[in-house]
């Protein structure tokens, strides 16, 4: 199997395949136990392999990495333990001479509390230029002992932190959605726009292909910042519909007064025109967890963002009648801006598919899984739906996103020693909730090698289970029915049959578990239930899981050469 070609012509991310990269836990160059540029520089070939078009580098830039590289320090360094701009350059043009492209993270809700920025902030004091490029606000109460209001962090806990002043008596507080050491900017400073603008050219001076944009959907919050009471059901990091606090005067209903606020579009309007300033048709890709479909469409109207992650899609269960309806209301609501679909089943923020296919009752989405979590996953069938899952997505038009290691069926490592975990979730929430250590554990190369090929060291920055080695990418190259092998047969067949640029004609059912379309010249059925169904007419392209004759088993897709009349 063949490596990719780079897309060429127009609008190139309208049907890539774009491949995340977790840079802490993909390839250790120099042997810390840590994923460093040179590590990925070294095993790009692979992802060539593979077929993908484009590759999604989590951040790597100069932080304390108190949130894992998400609380930056310097947007225009290479964070030390990562290596350095050099090997950033290394990378780059390794990457392009391989046709794959480069996409890099930008996180402009907050900054580290190590930034300069906000040390200077710290020291101007309340009122002064400085203070007003972060949400600082008088605390409420007799002496301002009371939070400005009360909002919860993202990781737990309150969004709220008291300063100190000079003289040691309590000053103002900052609002941080996320960690404490993450403050949030205030977007209404054009300051904060300029810098911001800086940063973005310094990358794009540097040949970067786009921006995936971290919590793309926050840095505006409603005016006057009023209380919020979250619904209980509700992700923490926005997309459901709720109402403020009462006595609130305000249209209802509301998003979060923090999330998804009219004013972040007037930002990405801005950014379009300074990435239309650079030739080669550069992307912004947003993470912004917005409900409805119909309102996240606004994020990639014509003159604001290229993508969008569909995380309606991502937080689908494996039901049949549930997909199809999250399939066709995503086509409806990109296409009606003229935008296409962007399918992602994992991400470095959320339990790994092979493992959230899996899961039962309450926790079908993955939610807050710790401790005390009742039905984790059977890794079994979690394998056997992820597998389907992904034949399903990839058959699918528009643009898709992979998260490294899915494409060897890795599932979420939930028994990972607690003096081991990293995540602020985990001591945010004093125990209760894993976060997302489970999903970011160092991925397996070889499987006799230390750290099984992840490190040229011993040791890497999180355990790998023991189990991995079985999964190892040396153990399912070139094997038949591996879960590799399926990646690189869907990526191959994906290309040659047009997919991305198809469109999705539904076919009579074959049951209620059970969903069939064409797409171009493919017929795409695939099986949610238990029971096993007869597959229409044509010839098998591909399929998740063994067929016996014409039969397609539970939990398993497939895809057939359509016949035509």
Same mark, same amino acid.
């Given at each position: 199997?063949?490596?990719?070609?780079?897309?060429?012509?127009?609008?190139?991310?309208?049907?890539?395949?774009?491949?995340?990269?977790?840079?802490?836990?993909?390839?250790?160059?120099?042997?810390?136990?840590?994923?460093?540029?040179?590590?990925?520089?070294?095993?790009?070939?692979?992802?060539?392999?593979?077929?993908?078009?484009?590759?999604?580098?989590?951040?790597?830039?100069?932080?304390?990495?108190?949130?894992?590289?998400?609380?930056?320090?310097?947007?225009?360094?290479?964070?030390?333990?990562?290596?350095?701009?050099?090997?950033?350059?290394?990378?780059?043009?390794?990457?392009?001479?391989?046709?794959?492209?480069?996409?890099?993270?930008?996180?402009?809700?907050?900054?580290?509390?190590?930034?300069?920025?906000?040390?200077?902030?710290?020291?101007?004091?309340?009122?002064?230029?400085?203070?007003?490029?972060?949400?600082?606000?008088?605390?409420?109460?007799?002496?301002?002992?009371?939070?400005?209001?009360?909002?919860?962090?993202?990781?737990?806990?309150?969004?709220?932190?008291?300063?100190?002043?000079?003289?040691?008596?309590?000053?103002?507080?900052?609002?941080?959605?996320?960690?404490?050491?993450?403050?949030?900017?205030?977007?209404?400073?054009?300051?904060?726009?300029?810098?911001?603008?800086?940063?973005?050219?310094?990358?794009?001076?540097?040949?970067?292909?786009?921006?995936?944009?971290?919590?793309?959907?926050?840095?505006?919050?409603?005016?006057?910042?009023?209380?919020?009471?979250?619904?209980?059901?509700?992700?923490?990091?926005?997309?459901?519909?709720?109402?403020?606090?009462?006595?609130?005067?305000?249209?209802?209903?509301?998003?979060?007064?923090?999330?998804?606020?009219?004013?972040?579009?007037?930002?990405?309007?801005?950014?379009?025109?300074?990435?239309?300033?650079?030739?080669?048709?550069?992307?912004?890709?947003?993470?912004?967890?917005?409900?409805?479909?119909?309102?996240?469409?606004?994020?990639?109207?014509?003159?604001?963002?290229?993508?969008?992650?569909?995380?309606?899609?991502?937080?689908?269960?494996?039901?049949?009648?549930?997909?199809?309806?999250?399939?066709?209301?995503?086509?409806?609501?990109?296409?009606?801006?003229?935008?296409?679909?962007?399918?992602?089943?994992?991400?470095?923020?959320?339990?790994?598919?092979?493992?959230?296919?899996?899961?039962?009752?309450?926790?079908? +989405?993955?939610? !807050?899984?710790?401790?005390? %979590?009742?039905? =984790?996953?059977?890794? #079994?069938?979690? &394998? /056997? @739906?992820?597998?389907?899952?992904?034949?399903?997505?990839?058959?699918?038009?528009?643009?898709?996103?992979?998260?490294?290691?899915?494409?060897?069926?890795?599932?979420?490592?939930?028994?990972?020693?607690?003096?081991?975990?990293?995540?602020?979730?985990?001591?945010?929430?004093?125990?209760?909730?894993?976060?997302?250590?489970?999903?970011?554990?160092?991925?397996?190369?070889?499987?006799?090698?230390?750290?099984?090929?992840?490190?040229?060291?011993?040791?890497?920055?999180?355990?790998?289970?023991?189990?991995?080695?079985?999964?190892?990418?040396? +153990?399912?190259? !070139?094997?038949?029915?591996? %879960?590799?092998? =399926?990646?690189?047969? #869907?990526?191959? &067949? /994906? @290309?040659?049959?047009?997919?991305?640029?198809?469109?999705?004609?539904?076919?009579?059912?074959?049951?209620?578990?059970?969903?069939?379309?064409?797409?171009?010249?493919?017929?795409?059925?695939?099986?949610?239930?238990?029971?096993?169904?007869?597959?229409?007419?044509?010839?098998?392209?591909?399929?998740?899981?063994?067929?016996?004759?014409?039969?397609?088993?539970?939990?398993?897709?497939?895809?057939?050469?359509?016949?035509?009349?």
């Amino acid at each position: 199997m063949t490596g990719t070609k780079l897309i060429s012509g127009a609008e190139w991310w309208r049907t890539a395949v774009i491949y995340q990269i977790y840079p802490r836990s993909f390839a250790d160059a120099n042997g810390d136990g840590m994923g460093d540029l040179a590590g990925i520089s070294s095993r790009l070939p692979q992802l060539k392999d593979l077929g993908i078009d484009a590759i999604w580098l989590s951040p790597f830039y100069t932080s304390p990495q108190r949130d894992a590289g998400y609380d930056v320090s310097d947007y225009c360094d290479v964070d030390p333990l990562f290596g350095t701009l050099d090997d950033f350059e290394v990378l780059q043009r390794t990457a392009h001479d391989l046709g794959i492209r480069v996409i890099v993270d930008i996180v402009p809700n907050h900054s580290s509390s190590d930034h300069g920025w906000f040390q200077a902030a710290l020291a101007a004091g309340p009122g002064s230029e400085e203070r007003a490029r972060y949400t600082f606000r008088d605390g409420k109460g007799k002496v301002g002992e009371l939070p400005p209001n009360n909002w919860e962090s993202v990781f737990g806990g309150p969004a709220w932190t008291r300063t100190t002043d000079p003289d040691g008596t309590p000053g103002q507080w900052y609002l941080h959605l996320f960690d404490t050491s993450q403050p949030d900017f205030d977007w209404d400073s054009e300051w904060v726009r300029e810098q911001f603008r800086a940063v973005l050219r310094f990358w794009l001076d540097r040949g970067v292909d786009g921006f995936r944009v971290d919590v793309a959907h926050g840095m505006i919050k409603a005016p006057g910042l009023p209380d919020y009471t979250p619904p209980a059901e509700g992700g923490s990091m926005g997309g459901a519909p709720a109402t403020l606090e009462p006595g609130i005067s305000a249209e209802s209903p509301v998003t979060a007064p923090y999330w998804a606020q009219d004013g972040v579009h007037e930002i990405y309007r801005d950014w379009h025109k300074v990435l239309a300033e650079y030739p080669g048709d550069r992307v912004l890709a947003a993470e912004a967890w917005v409900d409805p479909l119909s309102k996240m469409a606004k994020w990639v109207r014509p003159d604001e963002m290229h993508q969008a992650f569909n995380f309606a899609y991502l937080e689908t269960p494996w039901n049949a009648a549930k997909l199809k309806s999250v399939i066709d209301e995503s086509i409806e609501a990109f296409g009606n801006v003229g935008a296409p679909s962007t399918w992602v089943l994992s991400n470095h923020d959320v339990v790994r598919h092979a493992s959230r296919l899996a899961l039962t009752g309450e926790n079908l +989405q993955g939610h !807050g899984i710790g401790p005390k %979590t009742v039905g =984790l996953p059977n890794t #079994a069938v979690g &394998l /056997r @739906r992820a597998r389907a899952a992904s034949a399903l997505m990839l058959s699918l038009p528009g643009s898709s996103y992979l998260y490294q290691g899915e494409e060897l069926g890795l599932p979420e490592a939930v028994d990972l020693p607690d003096y081991a975990r990293e995540d602020p979730t985990w001591f945010r929430t004093n125990g209760e909730r894993y976060g997302r250590d489970g999903c970011r554990v160092p991925i397996p190369w070889e499987a006799a090698s230390a750290s099984f090929g992840f490190s040229t060291g011993a040791q890497s920055w999180l355990p790998q289970p023991i189990a991995w080695a079985g999964l190892a990418r040396d +153990q399912q190259n !070139g094997v038949a029915g591996s %879960t590799l092998e =399926l990646y690189k047969l #869907a990526l191959s &067949l /994906r @290309r040659e049959h047009s997919l991305a640029s198809g469109t999705v004609e539904w076919l009579e059912s074959l049951g209620s578990d059970v969903m069939a379309y064409r797409n171009g010249d493919v017929t795409i059925v695939a099986n949610t239930g238990a029971a096993s169904v007869q597959l229409p007419a044509g010839d098998v392209l591909l399929a998740s899981e063994d067929l016996v004759g014409r039969t397609l088993p539970g939990d398993a897709t497939a895809w057939l050469r359509a016949v035509t009349a």
